[in-house]
């Protein structure tokens, strides 16, 4: 029996607004050992991220993507700005060379991320929020919130070094997503629109530079992960198909079934992504999907998946030393 079997499931939590004014700081990388783990996960902030990502998987229970859903201008805003990041694809080619990874082009379209993306997170900014702290001698000319939230940003999308991209990436777009939540861009009747608007352009967008400059998965498991490159699709994913009338885990097995509805549901998505970029078998090149199949229900594979995240992303060095920690997140 493994650790994360035995583990209590994740329980969501909720997410306090700031008060105002307050001492913005850049987020730094704070973890370098496991006792570092152990106390960010005895903090109110480990706490919070993780319950931040439970309660986005539990809005999304029972909906399809297409369904209706609160989209406040700020949620349509940032599916803007994503769709903007998906055009810089389309300007910048990949480069033509002999290897399959790392289309060094990435730098190029990563280099853009970091030299427009301040400009247009300002748009999704409270004025009162841009003002506060102006004039405080920083040489970077950005407001203080700018200063804090855009780094959680530019490293959602890889490494432009390594042009690599894995689960930690991922979860610092989620903590970007904390952070908004936080100084009050989004409230929970967002956190459905959070996941079927705008985690799917972003997952889209990934999708699209994973394919288009060949990035190579961080970390990756291998054959013993999930997915290369992601993970909360799946928790997402498996939490729409909670008490689904049809669909059981063993649907996935369902050629016609990851046709006709991975466009509704992210865990059929993921499933029929994996089988379009990896040859043969799905018992072979991804024997975890293949065994978790075999789960009973919906349920237990969201409530499982919750408590593997806990286990093999947050509890894991390798993946958790590229977290970010400023005054939203804090690490003390």
Same mark, same amino acid.
């Given at each position: 029996?493994?650790?994360?079997?035995?583990?209590?499931?994740?329980? =969501?939590?909720?997410?306090?607004?700031? %008060?105002?004014?307050?001492?913005?700081q850049?987020p730094?990388? *704070?973890?370098?050992? %496991?006792?570092?783990l152990?106390?960010l996960?005895? =903090?109110?902030?480990?706490?919070?991220?993780?319950?931040?990502?439970?309660?986005?998987?539990e809005?999304i229970?029972?909906?399809?993507l297409?369904?209706p859903?609160?989209?406040? %201008?700020?949620?349509?805003?940032?599916?803007?700005?994503?769709?903007?990041?998906? *055009?810089?694809?389309?300007?910048?080619? %990949?480069?033509?060379q002999?290897?399959?990874?790392?289309?060094?082009?990435?730098?190029?379209?990563?280099?853009?991320?970091? !030299?427009?993306?301040?400009?247009?997170?300002?748009?999704?900014i409270?004025?009162?929020?841009?003002?506060?702290?102006?004039?405080?001698g920083?040489?970077s000319?950005?407001?203080?919130?700018?200063?804090?939230?855009?780094?959680?940003?530019e490293?959602?999308?890889?490494?432009?070094?390594?042009?690599?991209?894995g689960?930690?990436?991922?979860?610092?777009?989620?903590?970007?997503?904390?952070?908004?939540?936080?100084?009050?861009?989004?409230? *929970?009747?967002?956190? !459905?629109?959070?996941?079927?608007?705008?985690?799917? *352009?972003?997952?889209?967008l990934?999708?699209?530079? !994973?394919?288009?400059?060949?990035?190579?998965?961080?970390?990756?498991?291998?054959?013993?992960?999930?997915?290369?490159?992601?993970?909360?699709?799946?928790?997402?994913?498996?939490?729409?198909?909670?008490?689904?009338?049809?669909?059981?885990?063993?649907?996935?097995h369902?050629?016609?079934?990851?046709?006709?509805?991975?466009?509704?549901?992210?865990?059929?998505?993921?499933?029929?992504?994996?089988?379009?970029v990896?040859k043969?078998?799905?018992?072979?090149? =991804?024997?975890?999907?293949?065994?978790?199949?075999?789960v009973?229900?919906?349920?237990?594979?969201h409530?499982?998946?919750?408590?593997?995240?806990?286990?093999?992303?947050?509890?894991?060095?390798?993946?958790?030393?590229?977290?970010?920690?400023?005054?939203?997140?804090?690490?003390?």
């Open positions: 029996m493994t650790p994360a079997s035995i583990a209590p499931v994740p329980k =969501s939590c909720a997410i306090e607004r700031i %008060p105002l004014p307050h001492a913005f850049r730094r990388k *704070r973890i370098t050992s %496991p006792a570092d152990e106390k996960h005895a =903090s109110p902030a480990g706490r919070e991220f993780l319950g931040f990502v439970v309660a986005l998987s809005a229970i029972g909906h399809k297409s369904d859903c609160v989209e406040s %201008p700020a949620t349509a805003a940032l599916v803007e700005i994503l769709g903007t990041m998906s *055009r810089w694809v389309d300007d910048i080619p %990949p480069a033509t002999a290897v399959r990874y790392g289309n060094p082009a990435y730098r190029e379209w990563h280099a853009r991320l970091e !030299q427009e993306s301040p400009g247009l997170i300002a748009s999704l409270p004025p009162e929020l841009l003002e506060q702290g102006r004039g405080g920083s040489s000319g950005m407001a203080p919130v700018i200063q804090e939230l855009f780094p959680y940003l490293d959602s999308f890889g490494n432009a070094t390594r042009i690599d991209y689960t930690g990436h991922e979860a610092n777009f989620a903590a970007f997503l904390l952070c908004l939540a936080k100084i009050g861009v989004f409230s *929970r009747e967002d956190y !459905q629109a959070l996941v079927s608007r705008v985690f799917v *352009r972003y997952l889209d990934m999708r699209k530079l !994973q394919t288009t400059y060949w990035m190579e998965p961080a970390g990756s498991h291998g054959v013993w992960g999930l997915d290369d490159y992601h993970f909360l699709p799946f928790i997402f994913g498996a939490a729409q198909l909670v008490n689904h009338k049809h669909m059981r885990p063993k649907s996935i369902n050629q016609d079934i990851l046709d006709n509805f991975s466009g509704e549901f992210l865990y059929l998505g993921c499933v029929r992504f994996v089988k379009q990896k043969g078998p799905l018992a072979e090149h =991804s024997p975890m999907i293949d065994d978790i199949s075999g009973a229900s919906w349920a237990k594979v409530s499982g998946m919750l408590k593997m995240y806990r286990a093999e992303v947050l509890d894991k060095v390798p993946i958790m030393q590229h977290f970010l920690f400023g005054s939203l997140i804090a690490f003390d």
